[in-house]
């Protein structure tokens, strides 16, 4: 079965700081890879996605993404965080190899960002 | 409105009632999917379904329980509610591309 792996649980940073959340996966075929956000009392919304193609992916809210085959890493990135910004992170990896396959989340990451 | 809605937003039970959720989407999506959200566990799947009247088990399925017999609903059931199950649930469908929506959570508490 496949994991996700975000390493960072928290991460405090100011505003206007750049920011750069790991995101590491385990399974060595094709794969769909999500980034979804929940801010405070919400439900999770979709912040981008990767199919396939460039792997640089740009996504809402100035957000963007690499995948990196080589280091099966999807790692969020973002060049100036607001205050707005605060939310849960999580990273998702949904294999392909035939049909529809189960996501698996990562436990997430909380970013908080400080005016 | 499209989209996934559920209710109730907020229960309090005790401990030994039956609980239902409800789940109901909009866009006629084939799969659907109920998570629970712990601090310090992410998301952890409880069942899915790939359709009406198909339905699996996730990864923490004891004391729950599903059924679909639309495309558009998908109830979880808490056959005896447990402190343990305390949690927000989350219910979800999946779009073309293999995204998921999710709905707005059930706040759950069990005395």
């Known amino acids: 079965a496949q994991s996700v792996s975000q390493h960072n649980h928290h991460v405090i940073l100011s505003e206007a700081a750049s920011l750069e959340l790991g995101c590491n996966y385990s399974?060595?075929?094709?794969?769909?890879l999500f980034w979804y956000v929940q801010y405070p009392g919400q439900h999770l919304q979709l912040l981008l996605k990767y199919f396939s193609g460039d792997p640089l992916v740009k996504g809402i809210k100035g957000f963007e993404a690499e995948f990196i085959k080589s280091k099966f890493s999807f790692n969020l990135r973002k060049p100036s965080v607001q205050w707005s910004d605060t939310a849960e992170y999580f990273c998702?990896?949904?294999?392909?190899?035939?049909?529809?396959?189960?996501?698996?989340f990562g436990t997430g990451t909380k970013l908080q960002v400080i005016p | 409105d499209a989209g996934i809605t559920q209710s109730p937003r907020y229960k309090i039970t005790e401990t030994g009632r039956q609980v239902t959720l409800m789940c109901h989407q909009t866009?006629?999506?084939?799969?659907m999917f109920w998570y629970r959200q712990d601090l310090g566990h992410g998301l952890r799947l409880i069942y899915y379904?790939?359709?009406?009247?198909?339905?699996d088990k996730g990864e923490v399925p004891d004391g729950y329980v599903v059924s679909r017999s639309k495309t558009e609903n998908f109830p979880l059931t808490l056959e005896s509610a447990t402190r343990s199950q305390t949690s927000v649930y989350f219910c979800a469908s999946v779009g073309t591309y293999n995204e998921q929506f999710f709905g707005p959570g059930t706040r759950l508490t069990v005395l």
């Open positions: 379904s790939a359709a009406a009247d198909i339905t």
């Open positions: 998702a990896v949904n294999p392909i190899r035939g049909g529809y396959q189960k996501v698996t």
């Open positions: 399974y060595g075929g094709t794969v769909n």
């Open positions: 866009w006629s999506h084939s799969y």
